[in-house]
């Protein structure tokens, strides 16, 4: 009678050990977060001295990074100095920032902090909005004019805009 018992309380044990270990959830898988550097040393960059850098870690790999460079490239002026970093030829400065997505875009003030950044390509008018605010002005390029008429009315993706790509890749 002893021996009966010892086994049903062992497999009692054994079926709550079981039920608690098939309730348990498993933990959900890694999700990758892609994030933008917070501050630049502006002399890794060109124009060191301009008051303002908007710098777009791109990839020749990376499809939509050439329709990124062409918001990125009319924000050039006189107080704004825009670059592209390839990670084919800078991938130095891809590594030293921790650039893991292409377009990363890095708008950035004299000191090298990084007032605002967008991941994947933001729609034209949410990237100069951002520039002029950061500026200070609401206006890019030393003008009051508004981004062209094409974005006009686009609607951005923000920190987390579309088409961000592995920098890798």
Not at 39 to 56: E, I, K, N
Not at 66 to 84: F, H, M, N
């Amino acid at each position: 009678m002893t021996t009966v018992l010892i086994t049903v309380g062992l497999v009692l044990a054994a079926v709550v050990a079981a039920l608690v270990l098939q309730r348990r959830r498993p933990e959900p898988p890694t999700q990758s977060t892609w994030q933008a550097p917070s501050q630049l040393d502006r002399a890794d960059f060109d124009g060191a001295s301009t008051p303002w850098l908007v710098a777009m870690f791109s990839s020749t790999a990376c499809a939509s990074c050439a329709e990124a460079w062409t918001k990125v490239a009319p924000l050039a002026g006189r107080d704004v100095v825009v670059q592209d970093v390839p990670y084919q030829s800078r991938r130095d400065l891809h590594e030293r920032y921790a650039i893991d997505a292409a377009p990363t875009i890095v708008v950035a003030d004299a000191s090298g902090v990084v007032r605002a950044s967008f991941i994947g390509t933001p729609a034209a008018a949410e990237l100069w909005a951002a520039v002029g605010a950061v500026r200070g002005t609401g206006a890019v390029r030393g003008t009051d004019a508004p981004p062209g008429p094409e974005a006009a009315g686009s609607e951005g993706a923000g920190a987390e805009g579309a088409g961000a790509e592995g920098a890798g890749d």
